[in-house]
């Protein structure tokens, strides 16, 4: 059974900086793609980054270049790294993982840029 357990929401500056984790129980994290997820309210869900098994990245165009998602296969975490935060990027942020079609979600963690 997958769980993903998001860490380091919270409430920042505009401008500012924060580092969501996402550590992931199971063994098949590291043949798993990871990616992003956020929702604002009264919007749907959207994807924010990806990472693939390999490595690779995908960013959605309102973050790309401010953004930056990486992995730790030995620990079995992604990261998300946001920087120059804007009021548009509050929402409640989610971690995915899938592997070979089957998806599993975190629980959210919640991201609120405030000045």
């Known amino acids: 059974q997958v769980q993903l357990v998001e860490s380091g929401g919270g409430l920042v500056q505009p401008g500012g900086s924060l580092r969501l984790s996402c550590r992931a129980s199971?063994?098949?994290?590291?043949?798993?793609?990871m990616g992003w997820y956020r929702q604002a309210p009264g919007k749907e869900r959207e994807l924010v980054a990806q990472?693939?098994?390999?490595?690779?990245?995908n960013y959605a165009d309102s973050v790309n270049g401010r953004f930056t998602v990486s992995r730790d296969n030995a620990r079995n975490t992604v990261y998300l790294q946001m920087n120059s935060l804007k009021p548009e990027d509050t929402a409640v942020y989610y971690c995915?993982?899938?592997?070979?079609?089957?998806?599993?979600w975190g629980q959210g963690t919640q991201v609120t840029v405030s000045s």
């Open positions: 990472i693939t098994r390999d490595g690779y990245t």
């Open positions: 995915n993982q899938n592997t070979i079609g089957d998806n599993h």
């Open positions: 199971g063994s098949w994290f590291s043949i798993s793609a």
